[in-house]
C-alpha cells in the first residue's frame, strides 16, 4: 500500500535511474472500479464499514484476507499527468488498460470465437478509444507512457 507521499518518491526515483531520453511505463489504479467490484463481492457490508467512503473520500483500499488484493491507493484519472510531470517527466500518453470492454471481457471473448473478425475489430476500437478520458475513471487500471526529457532544466 502507498500513500501520495510513496507515490511521489517512486516516480522521483523512477525518473533519477532512467536516462535522459528513456520511457517509463507505468500503471496506476482508478476509484470507481474497485469500488465497484468491492461492493459486487462484498454488498451491504462495504457501506457499513465505510469501505466505500474510505475508497471515495481518500482513494484507499484495505483487504487483510490472505490470497486476496491485500489493498491499495487508488486514484483519481485527472492526478495522473500532473503527478509525472511535476517531476519532470513528460506525458506522451494515458490510456485505460480495459477501456470501452472493461465490463464486457466475457461476451468479448466469446466473440473471439464466434466472429474473430468482428472481435479483432472490436479491439481496435477499444485501443483507438483508450486515450478518451471520459472512460479513464472506470478503468481497473491506467497505463501511463512518459518521457524523461533529454536535457532537463534542474
Do not use: C, K, N
Amino acid at each position: 500500500m502507498t500513500t501520495g507521499t510513496d507515490r511521489s518518491q517512486a516516480v522521483r526515483e523512477a525518473r533519477r535511474v532512467l536516462r535522459p531520453g528513456g520511457l517509463l511505463i507505468a500503471t496506476m489504479m482508478p476509484r470507481y472500479m474497485r469500488l465497484i467490484s468491492t461492493v459486487l463481492e462484498h454488498g451491504s457490508a462495504a457501506f457499513t464499514t465505510g469501505t466505500v467512503d474510505l475508497i471515495l473520500d481518500e482513494g484507499r483500499y484495505d483487504d487483510p484476507r490472505p490470497g486476496r488484493f491485500t489493498g491499495g491507493y487508488l486514484t483519481r484519472p485527472d492526478d495522473v499527468a500532473p503527478l509525472f510531470e511535476e517531476h519532470g517527466f513528460r506525458v506522451r500518453r494515458l490510456l485505460a488498460s480495459q477501456g470501452i470492454l472493461a465490463w464486457a471481457q466475457s461476451e468479448a471473448a466469446a466473440l473471439a470465437h464466434r466472429d474473430p473478425d468482428a472481435y479483432q475489430r472490436l479491439l481496435d476500437v477499444a485501443y483507438r478509444t483508450a486515450s478518451d478520458p471520459s472512460i479513464h475513471g472506470m478503468s481497473g487500471h491506467l497505463l501511463v507512457v512518459a518521457e524523461r526529457p533529454e536535457i532537463q532544466a534542474e
